[in-house]
């Protein structure tokens, strides 16, 4: 699973990044196409949700998308991770 | 099992509540706890009287009632009584629900009819440019009341207890893990079941009263909320309580005879 912020939700009020435990979410700094300073994701693959969702069968955290108040924050599915071929050159 | 989103209603998104308000974080919490309940679309009405936070129901997938300024309760209550299958669950804000609908509030109270009624108290009329309203608090400034609120504010919810609703609790936009739990209980208790949740308005009340940021807002909820049994044990201790605190937590929970349920 993967965290994503919709930039077309998001107002920018900054409540996901007063209450994760893991100060995952950073204030932005610019500002995007709507003039809204969306907060930006400092190593998402660190959220307890977003590696061990599946494997619990339930939502384990999720403050960040319960206290969101434009329902912007929600997991993704990532697409299988698939084997690259690697020609590697002497 | 239905998830939280299949009940929004996406098209209508993103809503009109300002930066930062809290009506968003009531709206994810009951729907989570709606979504819990196993309930069908078609058997949940959402009513909801005028202002604000009654403006919630037009963001959710159901059959929605937005009615006339202070009456959701009374045609909550026809809802019910009409179709006692329906699942009614009432929006209100304090405006709403304490200064033009107040009689309607102790009354449904009273007849303990069978619904949810959550609350969003911001403490102010937030979308008519902040006008003072019953739960603003003693010294607060707002258009109205510039020189600082002069009255005493309104606890809705030990009216609700005193009126005799069948499970009251108060919690915080902030709280958002306990007041889902809250709102999960109230919809599983027949009777009236109230939530008054006090949500940050930083656009109406903030901006007024030197908490312009929405995390100045959240701080202040966070350590003036007093949980109902630390407040009960100071109490029985004698330790006088802190100025400007306001309990949260399960205020009631009893069984008294309810009116709308199928027997």
Not at chain 2, 41 to 52: A, H, L, N, P
Request: charged letters at 20%; aromatic letters at 6%.
């Amino acid at each position: 699973m993967k965290l994503v912020i919709d930039e077309s939700r998001c107002k920018g009020c900054n409540l996901c990044v007063l209450v994760c435990p893991y100060t995952i979410f950073q204030e932005g700094t610019k500002p995007n196409r709507r003039g809204i300073v969306v907060p930006v994701l400092d190593r998402p693959e660190r959220c307890t949700n977003c590696r061990l969702q599946a494997l619990y069968g339930r939502t384990l955290c999720g403050v960040c998308q319960m206290i969101c108040p434009d329902q912007a924050i929600h997991w993704k599915e990532e697409e299988p991770y698939e084997a690259h071929r690697v020609e590697v050159e002497y | 099992m239905t998830s939280a989103r299949d009940w929004l209603r996406t098209d209508r998104l993103p809503h009109i509540y300002c930066t930062g308000c809290g009506n968003g974080t009531v709206i994810n919490c009951t729907l989570a706890a709606i979504s819990g309940m196993g309930w069908e679309r078609d058997e949940t009405v959402f009513v909801s009287g005028i202002g604000c936070s009654s403006r919630a129901p037009g963001y959710i997938q159901t059959d929605s009632l937005h009615t006339t300024h202070g009456r959701a309760l009374a045609f909550a209550t026809g809802v019910k009584l009409a179709k006692p299958d329906l699942n009614v669950v009432v929006f209100t804000g304090d405006g709403d629900l304490a200064a033009i609908g107040g009689n309607h509030f102790i009354h449904a109270c009273r007849r303990n009819v069978d619904m949810t009624v959550v609350c969003m108290n911001n403490q102010i009329y937030g979308m008519t440019g902040g006008q003072g309203s019953p739960t603003t608090p003693m010294g607060a400034q707002s258009t109205t009341t510039p020189y600082g609120s002069a009255e005493a504010a309104f606890d809705l919810a030990e009216l609700a207890v005193a009126a005799g609703a069948n499970y009251v609790a108060r919690w915080t936009a902030y709280h958002v893990k306990e007041l889902t739990k809250a709102i999960a209980t109230g919809l599983q208790t027949p009777g009236l079941s109230f939530i008054e949740v006090m949500t940050q308005c930083p656009t109406n009340y903030g901006r007024r009263n030197k908490q312009r940021r929405v995390s100045d807002m959240i701080e202040h909820m966070r350590t003036h909320a007093l949980l109902i049994e630390k407040k009960r044990r100071l109490e029985s201790e004698g330790t006088p309580i802190p100025e400007g605190m306001f309990t949260v937590g399960e205020l009631v929970r009893r069984a008294r005879p309810a009116m709308g349920v199928r027997r």
